[in-house]
């Protein structure tokens, strides 16, 4: 069975840092695309950065320069360094991972910029 745990987020000054992680668990292939996904309040769930198999990488325009989406050295492990972080940035992040067999999620975890 798949599991997908994070680890990480909490509660930052603007201009701060924090680093999330995500660990997935149980899967019987390789994975082929992991990232990460953010939802404020009232508002839709986006796309904040992601990377295939194939080496692709994306960032939302609103974090590029700021975040980096990196992969762990155990398997299927991914982090998000995010730097320089503003208000706008509050939400819950979600990692997720996508195999052929289906996208397994996060539980979620809480991202707060605020003075």
């Known amino acids: 069975q798949v599991q997908v745990v994070e680890s990480g987020g909490g509660l930052v000054q603007p201009g701060g840092s924090l680093r999330l992680s995500c660990a997935a668990s149980?899967?019987?292939?390789?994975?082929?695309?992991m990232g990460w996904y953010r939802q404020a309040p009232e508002k839709e769930r986006e796309l904040v950065a992601s990377?295939?198999?194939?080496?692709?990488?994306f960032y939302a325009d609103s974090v590029k320069g700021r975040f980096t989406i990196s992969r762990g050295a155990a398997k299927d492990t991914v982090a998000l360094q995010m730097n320089s972080l503003k208000p706008e940035d509050t939400a819950v992040y979600y990692c997720?991972?996508?195999?052929?067999?289906?996208?397994?999620w996060g539980q979620g975890t809480q991202v707060t910029v605020s003075s």
């Open positions: 149980g899967s019987p292939s390789s994975v082929n695309t």
């Open positions: 990377f295939t198999s194939t080496g692709s990488t």
């Open positions: 997720f991972y996508t195999w052929t067999f289906g996208t397994y």
